[in-house]
């Protein structure tokens, strides 16, 4: 059917419940993608958690967290007439972001937003995670209530929705005379109409790029040091080009060569307007006889079935299509590392020349190696700006001075002669979209397909296990628990497996995408007689822990400054050898050797990706030192007993003159544990230095008591038969 976050938007949410005996009371949402935020934009309120506190959850467990402060986010005046609402968002993430709102709800507010249709507002929603906070909420409001009639929704409960938000004052109006809200935290403000065509990249979404600034900062990326804008080429390096063959042709690439362009990702693909702008745009483009190169890998994967219906009413459908965005399918896809192996010209063609080579994508995450191995530099753009830079065949260029190809005759031809405008846009949407195309989508979503209908399945209440599958392995997690709780033991003398710098997400701790050919989870594989070839990728074998704690920080773009190189090693400190970042965890573990992680600021940003904590508890980690935690990685390291700890302020491992290559103590107890404690950190250089507990809340040093919130929840559980 699609994106869980699109099908939420345009089906699930109620904005009201009833219960059974007839009381209302506002929807809200937890769930376990950090994604849920998109949600926000319909005047909802949810937000992602760990995997792990929802399987607690689905266990009777509630819910905790600090009482987040709201920040609150003035918007005024309309968006240009080129400017789309991915442009806004990429705006946003990059000032709030530099604001700095980890753990805090923000509301936007002001008459700017009566000027956003509901899905500009999911757009900015749903990227709540990538400028850090929990929710980026916007009130219902008129629009709301359009929505729903657009999407299908019962009259009755509109009306509803409509009377019961009003008579709570939860119903937001604009126009003259309305008093803005009173928030706890500081407020932002934005004009939309400054808002600029824009892309995010090359390696984090708030590293926002002006169109016009592109170029420059893409050349001067290849030769900065090597960093979130550098790549560390040596100056006559990064002027490399190369020639390769390909079905009967030569090609002339370099450096910031686009090798994959994909329409993609919940963000964008709910938004009707920036959709549509891309299709328009590829007819424009066709109509001057501009094609994209047939070496790049190019593709189309819709939130949801209702973009395939209203795009084939305005006809670009096979406009798309012939710019080679065809339908993959519904669901998250490039943007989570599921484009697929490049063709193999262009693999030897990028790997033999050392290119940095680019992927555009209108995704919401471009994290080092999330989004394919072979591209270093991945750019987060709107749809239409996915099609403009396949066109052009190269993100090292600047579209007002420079051509995006040229014409039948021979002309040149700038995107501005085929951008479409916002009011051009508006207009074939109103045309093509209609609740119809809802009713009919969302009316079948229950039955679902040949395939899945036709799986087999062994009857009874437990899962059977299957020793030789590959992709579903019995987890070791409960194996040896007890109905006790072992006493909480100190942390004595031990090895760091990695020293990392800031932004370390959770694509870097347990990736997605591809699995190495000579990685650790791979020689496993093989073992099995699995055949590269059948690989697949991490997320698909998320079920079997054997991969996943051998796929633990094996990340080819990890930078861990114990090693020299950048990738998926590290010093094994007993022996002095570089070995893979698991195979040195195996030989701590056979020592009865305990592990901790130093890392700088925004550790475990990214996905709410479970196995960023899981794999480290099986590699034996038991603690993380960082500068600042991502809140739904905190959460899920907590709720596999791994210790979070943060340096005091203006405090890191650099400015403490920490290598990794020390060994550590910390003195534990069960009883000297409480929330926002300090410990003593004690280094075998000498240095001691003090670090503050990130167990935030009572129930959470219960869990660590216990080593993890299952193990409790299930002690729980049992004590109470």
């Not at 967290?65 to 990429?90: E, H, I, N």
């Not at 079920?543 to 010093?571: H, S």
Request: glycine share 10%; proline share 5%; charged share 20%.
């Amino acid at each position: 059917s699609g994106i869980v976050h699109q099908v939420n938007l345009e089906y699930l949410a109620r904005v009201v419940f009833r219960s059974k005996e007839g009381l209302l009371y506002p929807d809200s949402v937890v769930g376990t993608d950090s994604h849920t935020t998109m949600i926000n934009g319909l005047g909802v309120l949810g937000w992602g958690v760990g995997g792990i506190e929802a399987e607690a959850v689905m266990l009777g467990q509630a819910i905790s967290m600090v009482l987040p402060q709201v920040v609150g986010f003035k918007l005024t005046g309309k968006l240009p007439a080129t400017s789309t609402a991915t442009d806004l968002v990429l705006t946003v993430t990059q000032m709030l972001r530099k604001r700095g709102v980890v753990g805090k709800f923000v509301e936007f507010y002001g008459p700017g937003v009566d000027s956003l249709s509901l899905s500009d507002r999911s757009t900015v929603a749903n990227m709540a995670p990538e400028y850090g906070a929990t929710m980026g909420y916007f009130p219902v409001d008129q629009k709301t209530l359009d929505y729903l009639r657009l999407t299908n929704r019962d009259e009755s409960v509109i009306n509803t929705v409509e009377s019961y938000l009003k008579a709570q004052g939860l119903f937001r109006t604009y126009g003259e005379g309305q008093v803005d809200p009173v928030f706890s935290g500081e407020s932002l403000e934005l004009d939309l109409s400054t808002v600029v065509g824009c892309v995010a990249g090359p390696k984090r979404p708030h590293d926002r790029v002006t169109l016009t600034d592109m170029k420059r900062d893409f050349t001067t990326s290849l030769t900065n040091k090597v960093g979130f804008k550098g790549y560390g080429l040596p100056a006559e390096a990064s002027k490399k080009a190369a020639t390769f063959h390909y079905q009967g042709k030569d090609y002339n690439v370099g450096h910031g060569a686009v090798v994959i362009a994909a329409i993609t990702s919940c963000t964008n693909t709910s938004n009707p307007d920036t959709m549509m702008a891309a299709g328009i745009l590829a007819r424009n483009a066709l109509a001057r006889g501009l094609l994209v190169r047939p070496y790049i890998k190019t593709s189309l994967s819709p939130g949801s079935g209702v973009v395939t219906k209203y795009f084939d009413e305005a006809g670009v459908t096979r406009d798309l299509a012939a710019l080679g965005f065809t339908t993959a399918g519904y669901g998250c896809m490039t943007c989570i590392g599921n484009s697929g192996e490049l063709e193999a010209e262009v693999s030897e063609m990028i790997t033999k020349n050392e290119l940095v080579a680019a992927a555009v994508l209108s995704g919401n995450r471009n994290f080092e190696g999330r989004v394919h191995p072979l591209t270093r530099a991945n750019y987060l753009a709107s749809p239409p700006l996915v099609v403009a830079y396949a066109l052009a065949g190269t993100v090292d260029i600047d579209f007002e001075t420079e051509p995006i190809g040229h014409d039948k005759a021979g002309k040149p031809v700038f995107l501005r002669e085929i951008w479409p405008s916002r009011e051009e846009v508006s207009q074939v949407v109103q045309r093509s979209l209609t609740p119809a195309f809802f009713k009919e989508v969302y009316g079948r979503i229950a039955q679902g397909t040949t395939r899945w209908n036709s799986l087999k399945i062994k009857p009874g209440k437990q899962y059977a296990w299957d020793a030789e599958s590959t992709y579903i392995h019995e987890p070791p997690f409960f194996k040896t628990m007890s109905l006790t709780p072992a006493p909480v033991r100190s942390i004595v003398n031990a090895n760091v497996l990695l020293n990392v710098g800031d932004s370390i997400t959770t694509d870097h701790i347990s990736p997605a995408g591809n699995i190495a050919k000579n990685s650790p989870a791979a020689r496993y594989l093989n073992s099995r007689g699995v055949q590269q070839k059948d690989f697949n990728t991490y997320g698909a074998r998320r079920g079997n822990d054997e991969i996943m704690a051998r796929g633990t920080f094996a990340n080819t773009r990890l930078i861990n400054k114990m090693v020299e190189k950048v990738g998926p090693q590290t010093v094994h400190i007993p022996s002095g050898r570089v070995l893979d970042i698991y195979d040195a965890a195996v030989e701590y573990i056979k020592a009865g050797t305990p592990t901790i992680i130093l890392a700088g600021q925004e550790y475990g940003s990214g996905s709410s990706r479970d196995w960023a904590a899981k794999g480290p508890y099986l590699q034996g980690v038991k603690a993380v030192i960082a500068q600042s935690f991502e809140r739904i990685h905190r959460s899920n390291l907590v709720g596999m007993g791994i210790l979070p700890l943060e340096f005091s302020k203006g405090e890191s491992a650099d400015t403490l003159g920490l290598t990794g290559k020390e060994t550590y103590t910390i003195e534990l107890s069960s009883e000297n544990l409480s929330v926002g404690q300090e410990f003593d950190v004690k280094v075998s250089n000498g240095k001691t230095f003090r670090a503050r507990s990130r167990l935030d809340t009572d129930v959470e040093i219960e869990y660590f008591r216990n080593g993890g919130i299952l193990p409790y929840v299930l002690r729980k559980l049992a004590a109470a038969k």
